[in-house]
């Protein structure tokens, strides 16, 4: 099946700083989600993005599909932001979504 | 668009016993989807149906474990005979048609004494 990798596995930061986070994967998808899951287990959906690039407020994502990555943005982070990122994809021919790992934020005041 | 829905949030159960979890997914969303997540991990696809049928059962964790969408509407997962190792957060998710953004649930989180 399908692998996904994300990197880095924890990032620190301090609020104000910007970050990005990567998304690799091993196959062609037909689907590419971006999650924050908040400390209560919730998945939020933060973007749709099998290609091309998209803005939402502070975050932006973009995925390279010839390429197979995606790189989501953060700017002016807000400790609010802390939390566990995760991508997710859906491979050719499948239908359940393959998580990474996820990249682990915290955001110190 | 009250999102998806998912009951009982929290579980606690005895080794040996059976649950059974629901979830109400997006209205008029025709794919449900099931996943597990354990501590420290990403979710794990279970399995899912497309309206009424399961079109995919194979990635379910054992026999013990099984799905059912009799209407077309909401679901159920049950875990016949629980265990320690089923301790985890079940999460569900719905989307319109293959391959659109899916949308999960709050979870169900369960843990086994």
């Known amino acids: 099946g399908i692998q996904v990798e994300q990197s880095p596995p924890d990032l620190i930061l301090q609020e104000g700083a910007n970050s990005t986070l990567r998304c690799n994967f091993s196959?062609?998808?037909?689907?590419l989600q971006w999650f924050h899951q908040n400390p209560w287990g919730q998945l939020i959906n933060l973007f749709y993005?099998?290609?091309g690039t998209k803005q939402n407020g502070r975050l932006s994502a973009t995925t390279v599909a010839t390429e197979r990555y995606s790189l989501l943005y953060i700017s002016s982070s807000q400790t609010t932001d802390s939390g566990v990122y995760f991508c997710a994809v859906v491979e050719r021919g499948a239908d359940g979504l393959t998580f990474g790992k996820g990249t682990h934020l915290i955001i110190q005041p | 668009d009250t999102g998806v829905s998912q009951d009982p949030r929290h579980k606690i159960t005895k080794r040996g016993q059976n649950v059974t979890f629901r979830c109400d997914p997006i209205s008029e969303h025709n794919r449900l989807y099931w996943y597990r997540q354990t501590l420290g991990q990403g979710p794990e696809f279970l399995t899912y149906?497309?309206?009424?049928?399961?079109?995919?059962k194979s990635r379910l964790l054992s026999d013990r474990f099984s799905a059912e969408r009799p209407k077309g509407s909401f679901s159920t997962l049950e875990i016949q005979r629980t265990e320690q190792g089923d301790s985890a957060m079940y999460l569900c998710?719905?989307?319109?048609?293959?391959?659109?953004?899916?949308?999960f649930g709050p979870g169900t989180r369960l843990t086994v004494l």
């Open positions: 196959d062609s998808v037909n689907n």
């Open positions: 993005i099998p290609s």
């Open positions: 998710a719905s989307s319109l048609v293959h391959g659109d953004t899916q949308y």
């Open positions: 149906f497309q309206n009424e049928a399961q079109l995919e």
